[in-house]
């Protein structure tokens, strides 16, 4: 069984980096596209970025293209996200998911994609703040 662990998260001011670690075990990462969501008080679980298998296809939501990158290193199984120049608004709780195929969702914004990945991590919290 797949399960995820998110890491790297914390209190960060605005126009500051942290890079994200989803680590994996139970399933080879060979297989699998990962996902990474968040979700800020009162409001829905939004899609940030999504990485295929073999990391040859990415996505991003709008509001994090050229500030977000996401890559992975399939003999540590571990998915990163780098974030620089944060925002207040990037505030909130970041999860990585799992999907059961290699690529990510065509056809659909990765905003609105969380119900393509069916195994999630337990999230980190990241606030930007002054």
């Known amino acids: 069984q797949l399960q995820l662990v998110e890491s790297g998260g914390g209190l960060v001011q605005p126009g500051g980096s942290l890079r994200l670690s989803c680590t994996t075990s139970g399933v080879s990462l060979e297989h699998v596209a990962i996902g990474w969501f968040r979700q800020a008080p009162g409001k829905e679980r939004q899609g940030v970025s999504c990485?295929?298998?073999?990391?040859?296809?990415?996505d991003y939501a709008d509001s994090v293209k050229g500030r977000f990158t996401i890559s992975r290193d399939n003999a540590k199984n571990t998915v990163y996200l780098q974030m620089n120049s944060l925002k207040p608004e990037d505030t909130a709780v970041y999860y990585c998911?799992?999907?059961?195929?290699?690529?990510?969702?065509?056809?659909?914004?990765?905003?609105?994609?969380?119900?393509?990945?069916?195994?999630w991590g337990q999230g980190t919290q990241v606030t930007v703040s002054s």
């Open positions: 998911a799992a999907r059961g195929l290699m690529r990510c969702p065509a056809g659909i914004s990765i905003v609105v994609a969380d119900y393509l990945f069916g195994s």
């Open positions: 990485i295929s298998n073999s990391g040859g296809n990415t």
